[in-house]
């Protein structure tokens, strides 16, 4: 199958022969074992024993007959080549945070999904896992399973750009949010990004933001949609314009979740290993979720294999069973807003209602309750 390219190879490994010689080129010599009694594992052998693990959801058991490798030796390889593989591709495939990268990243929101000054979509997913010894409830979550947190920024083509992974399932997006790095370093403005631009004529310069669902609070870098409760049941039609254009923009980081669990099988079911080996799991999967489609980037639509299509219409995916909803917060006085903050989104609001209005933003807003 690999000298024939067969898709069955595609299949079984998720990757395609040319792709998987490249990764191997690059993870390979860091796994090689040297000659010690007995002949070692050969990398090529460890990376497809890591690889058909990830992308089966097969238990490491079944793994180890398939590839006639001891179990404890399966896990200890899945460990170490996940490791690995996060190592050598975290700083080729993940967002470096520079002003022109940032600019770069607003320019395909703007071009694909109609939304100016949009740095990524951030969104958190509960990775189901098998309850760590001794935690209690710690990694309990809302939805009554034991999860750890991948808190991500999506790029418009489904790339993540920024990842946190662990934090205990109890915890809500926005708690996570705020806590992880990532947001301390947004809260801090040390994330490099460019300067405010105008975008209309005689308007105020507005930032460049992130955009986000209910579950985060709304601040000068993050756009989330205005809210429905109890006492504002009926949203005039430039809110619901405004939560239109946002959740279109937003749900590209709902298909890249949807991608990743597709694509890696071991998300379709609690991931039973120890704690520290899930989290390199999860690191390994994005990671190669981003130098999949970065390298098939380059390739015509018919030929790519992980992602064929961002159209509109087909980005609606189907999310595993790995995956569930993070807990959404309403607007309350511990997430207090900023008036420059409701000031942005007034603005962003007024420009798609104007200069910023697309055709058919008025059909689904009034055929949806946006």
């Known amino acids: 199958m690999l000298n024939s390219n067969d898709p069955k190879y595609c299949n079984f490994l ?4 040319i792709l998987f010689e490249k990764l191997l080129e690059i993870v390979g010599p860091k796994f090689q074992k040297q000659y010690a009694v007995r002949e070692p594992i050969p990398p090529r ?3 497809e024993l890591t690889l058909r693990y990830l992308s089966s959801g097969d238990s490491m058991a079944s793994v180890s007959y398939a590839f006639r490798v001891g179990n404890n030796t399966t896990s200890k390889i899945i ?9 050598e591709l975290q700083e080729k495939v993940f967002l470096n945070p520079t002003a022109e990268n940032w600019q770069m990243v607003a320019k395909d929101f703007e071009e694909q999904w109609n939304y100016p000054n949009c740095i990524g979509a951030l969104d958190g997913k509960h990775v189901k896992v098998e309850a760590p010894p001794n935690s209690g409830s710690t990694y309990y979550n809302y939805k009554g399973d034991h999860s750890i947190n991948l808190m991500t920024i999506s790029d418009a083509k489904y790339s993540f750009l920024l990842l946190d992974i662990g934090a205990e399932g109890r915890q809500s997006d926005g708690g996570v949010f705020r806590k ?8 801090n403005g040390n994330m490099n990004l460019p300067k405010p631009t105008q975008l209309e004529m005689n ?3 507005l930032p460049y933001i992130l955009v986000a669902d209910e579950a985060f609070a709304l601040t000068p870098y993050i756009m989330r949609p205005f809210p429905r409760n109890t006492h504002d049941l009926d949203l005039d039609l430039r809110k619901k314009v405004f939560n239109y254009r946002l959740s279109r923009a937003r749900r590209v980081v709902e298909s890249a979740f949807g991608l990743l669990a597709t694509r890696w099988r071991i998300y379709r079911k609690p991931i039973n290993t120890s704690l520290t080996t899930a989290i390199k799991i999860v690191q390994a999967t994005t990671a190669l979720h981003n130098f999949i489609i970065q390298f098939e980037a380059s390739l015509p639509l018919a030929e790519r294999t ?8 087909n980005t609606n995916l189907i999310y595993a069973s790995a995956f569930t909803e993070t807990e959404s917060l309403r607007e309350n006085s511990q997430y207090a807003q900023s008036q420059y903050a409701v000031q942005v989104r007034e603005h962003y609001t007024d420009f798609f209602m104007n200069t910023g209005a697309v055709d058919w933003q008025w059909d689904k807003v009034l055929s949806n309750d946006f």
């Open 79 to 87: 460990s170490e080549t996940c490791q690995c593989i996060w190592d």
């Open 306 to 313: 992980y992602c064929r299509n961002n159209q509109e219409e």
């Open 45 to 47: 052998t460890r990376l």
């Open 14 to 17: 998720r990757l395609s022969s």
């Open 203 to 205: 308007k105020p310069e």
């Open 180 to 187: 992880s790095e990532i947001g301390i370093r947004f809260e």
